[in-house]
């Protein structure tokens, strides 16, 4: 009469531990998309925006890191202004041709200002298109050290273009990497800051 008790008692635990077992692996980190970068990431209109970030040496103020992305096959498009609760940027549009990439942290033409520019801070922004997309995300501020010692400080040089097809193996390196110019960059004047 013992072994029947038993398996009760083994089936009644396994009754009670199913659910429990049962529930692992789901919502955790791994089931996420993981982004190994410092920026944040953007792709949900038709100019993406890649590994965004502020790089700042005292605060303040900031240059902006990114790639901007446009992805339609045959009409440019601009960056026309960037937005937030407590940010100013400069207003300075960044041409964005088609099918191209325009890689900001090499050219520091976009400066960001305002009290919540601080090293570990992230920072609401919205990104204006001439298009008519409009991106809201938070975008991290980091020191201008290690990896981003390169960056340059606000209101310094043009941007640098690459074909779209080498943009998404740049996208995902470091603020500090160049790009080649393509044949169809065009000079654009610097940015100045508010």
């Known amino acids: 009469m013992k072994r029947p008790l038993r398996r009760r008692f083994a089936l009644a635990a396994l009754l009670l531990v199913t659910p429990l077992v049962g529930a692992c692996g789901f919502n955790y980190q791994t089931d996420e998309v993981y982004q190994p970068a410092t920026g944040t990431d953007n792709r949900t209109g038709q100019v993406y925006i890649l590994n965004a970030m502020v790089v700042t040496v005292g605060g303040k103020q900031g240059t902006f890191a990114g790639t901007l992305v446009n992805e339609n096959q045959t009409r440019a498009d601009k960056l026309v202004g960037i937005t937030g609760p407590s940010i100013q940027g400069s207003t300075t549009p960044v041409p964005l041709p088609p099918n191209q990439a325009v890689n900001l942290a090499d050219s520091g033409q976009i400066t960001i200002s305002g009290p919540d520019i601080k090293a570990g801070y992230m920072v609401p922004m919205t990104f204006e298109f001439a298009n008519g997309q409009s991106t809201q995300m938070d975008v991290p501020v980091v020191s201008r050290t290690g990896a981003y010692a390169n960056v340059p400080l606000p209101g310094s040089g043009g941007p640098s273009m690459t074909p779209l097809s080498s ?23 610097s940015a100045s800051s508010q």
Do not use: I, L, R
């Open 167 to 189: 943009a998404s193996a740049s996208s995902s390196a470091s603020p500090s990497s160049s790009s080649s110019p393509s044949p169809s960059a065009s000079p654009s004047a």
